[in-house]
């Protein structure tokens, strides 16, 4: 079954068999569709409220595709850097007050960087304002379905008050609400998919690179982006095709990129060894109901990240099942993984930053 399967895609589904069983109740909301028919294939947690970190970016690139189709909007088009956009953190594209950088490029720079100050420059030119930005980020979230979904920015960051602590208005999500954004960008903007499957984008001397692992690490792997705060943990939004047949994984607050990554590809092989004739008896994104979470706030994952310390779960966020129920043909076993060959792995990646309290230094890096 495996043959075609190169070495590293097959290391990659063996840790996974490992990381499924070390993990437990640490592991975060997860799902997995196929985009060309909204079926569901894979759903644990997938109502959870869950912080979306630079998942965010996603949307921000939406309404960014959805104002060059009107014609509100072009590539060739220039952002200008402003004071609003030169105080984000990293990861940032970091241009000078006042430099201009084309629409174009602006986007690789959203999607493959991650850049925080590219979302703010987006969003000050096609909504006149931030705020005005995030109005129509939440309206578009509205429309699409996303109904345990609101923005508060354009990147994904924290909020945080003068004296730097977390304001109560913070981004909230679904791994539910990912699927239905991400697979309405590849149904409704596919000639975008090349620029959520680079790796790197050089400027000039510069080279941009992205922080999505499973890009270079899982055999037909085709996007699209990651997302990361303490708070948060690690998240992705992947995309990876076989035989013509492309699939969506969504999985939020993993420990670590490495943990991301190989939990992503162990989802990709479950959805792949289902039949056809199997798949086509799992729900829809359309018709699954949403499952109430009512009162439940998201984990904060800064005490298993960033500095060993485990998170709180109040009882209305620990799961009443193991797994969200989507209905007949849906599997909600862990996802089957190949073994691994007898080879040792290269250490997962060193987390992006370290441990956060402060407005400086919980930044997102993707």
């Not at 097959?10 to 997860?30: K, T, Y």
Request: net charge positive; proline share 8%.
């Amino acid at each position: 079954m495996y043959a075609s399967l190169s070495k590293k895609t097959l290391i990659l589904c063996g840790m996974a068999a490992f990381l499924f069983g070390a993990q437990g109740a640490v592991a975060g909301p997860a799902l997995l569709t196929e985009p060309a028919t909204g079926l569901v294939l894979y759903a644990e947690d997938a109502d959870l409220p869950w912080r979306p970190a630079s998942l965010t970016k996603l949307m921000t690139a939406y309404l960014t595709f959805e104002a060059i189709r009107d014609g509100r909007l072009s590539p060739e088009d220039m952002l200008t850097s402003t004071a609003l956009s030169r105080s984000q953190p990293p990861s940032k594209f970091g241009l000078p007050l006042g430099a201009q950088i084309k629409v174009d490029l602006a986007i690789k720079a959203l999607i493959v960087k991650s850049a925080n100050d590219v979302a703010i420059m987006l969003a000050e030119k096609i909504g006149g304002s931030s705020e005005a930005f995030v109005d129509q980020m939440n309206r578009t979230a509205k429309r699409l379905g996303m109904t345990n979904t609101k923005f508060v920015n354009p990147n994904g960051l924290p909020q945080f008050n003068p004296d730097g602590t977390e304001t109560p208005e913070q981004a909230v999500t679904t791994a539910r609400d990912m699927a239905l954004l991400s697979n309405m960008i590849l149904k409704e903007f596919p000639q975008y998919a090349p620029i959520f499957s680079m790796t790197e984008v050089r400027v000039g001397k510069r080279l941009l690179t992205s922080h999505n692992g499973i890009l270079k690490s899982y055999d037909g792997a085709d996007g699209m982006k990651t997302g990361f705060v303490c708070a948060a943990g690690y998240n992705v939004v992947a995309s990876a095709t076989r035989n013509g047949r492309q699939l969506v994984a969504v999985v939020l607050g993993e420990r670590s990129s490495g943990a991301r990554t190989i939990r992503a590809a162990a989802l990709f092989e479950h959805g792949f060894e289902i039949y056809p004739w199997k798949a086509v008896l799992a729900p829809t994104l359309a018709t699954w109901p949403v499952e109430t979470q009512e009162g439940a706030q998201p984990a904060d994952m800064r005490g298993i990240v960033c500095s060993g310390r485990k998170p709180t779960l109040s009882a209305k966020q620990k799961p009443k099942r193991p797994a969200s129920q989507p209905g007949h043909g849906a599997s909600t076993a862990k996802p089957k993984a190949a073994h691994a060959p007898s080879e040792k792995k290269k250490p997962a990646p060193k987390a992006a930053h370290p441990a956060a309290a402060s407005p400086a230094a919980a930044r997102t890096n993707g």
